[in-house]
């Protein structure tokens, strides 16, 4: 069964520094998702991304985020400049229709 | 904003118990409702759906009804397994025009079973 993927599972990296999180989706969905889980906290929408746009954003996903499908299988997302406060698990997530999402196993960003 | 609220948790249960883990939600128009769960050290999985009024979803032993008239989405399942334990996650997405399937996720109910 096809399944949604991310690379690395696991990042630690110093404030102020760029970090990218990878994903590859499902080959035929066409809807693609970043979520984040600050620990203990809820899961929170960053983005959606359709037709090689982003179609609806969040407070979060501000200047410092951005996300990019460079080819016909990654879906990324750059942080430009870390702060401590993005230390979470980052959940990449994709859909054939915007009805029904799968999710991938997540990476779990640091930030120190 | 739309909204999800979920019970307290941590549950913990003996095997062959009766579960429930209530969700209620807060929303302007007709959202779909899901619930999804996460194994311990792994991603979110769809657990079941719902897309209307007083559909029922089911999976793997659980389900949950649309109730549109006290918006709620409860969780249940009658005889909880070992292998149940898991995080759960209530979460909906809304149905209206301007909306590309954006989830907004409940806080988890983790869920513990004794065997």
């Known amino acids: 069964e096809p399944e949604v993927t991310q690379t690395p599972s696991h990042q630690v990296t110093q404030m102020g520094q760029e970090v990218i999180l990878r994903c590859v989706p499902i080959s035929n969905h066409l809807y693609f998702y970043w979520y984040r889980q600050i620990l203990g906290q809820k899961v929170e929408f960053l983005v959606s991304f359709y037709n090689n746009e982003i179609s609806e954003k969040s407070e979060i996903f501000d200047d410092q985020f951005s996300v990019e499908r460079p080819d016909g299988s990654n879906f990324t997302l750059k942080i430009r400049s870390t702060k401590l406060e993005d230390s979470a698990m980052y959940f990449c997530?994709?859909?054939?229709?915007?009805?029904?999402?799968?999710f991938g196993p997540g990476t779990r960003l640091l930030v120190l | 904003g739309d909204s999800v609220t979920q019970m307290e948790g941590p549950v913990t249960l003996s095997e062959e118990a009766f579960l429930t883990i209530n969700c209620t939600y807060t929303a302007t128009g007709y959202p779909s409702l899901f619930w999804y769960v996460q194994y311990p050290g792994e991603g979110l999985q769809l657990l079941l759906k719902?897309?209307?009024?007083?559909d029922k979803g089911s999976n793997k032993g659980f389900e949950a009804t649309y109730r549109k008239e006290t918006t709620s989405f409860h969780l249940e399942k009658g005889s909880v397994q070992v292998s149940d334990s898991a995080v759960y996650f209530c979460?909906?997405?809304?149905?209206?025009?301007?909306?590309?399937?954006?989830?907004?996720f409940g806080q988890g109910t983790i869920l513990t079973v004794h065997p």
């Open positions: 979460a909906l997405r809304d149905a209206g025009g301007t909306s590309y399937g954006k989830l907004t």
């Open positions: 719902a897309t209307k009024a007083d």
């Open positions: 997530a994709s859909g054939r229709s915007q009805e029904t999402q799968y």
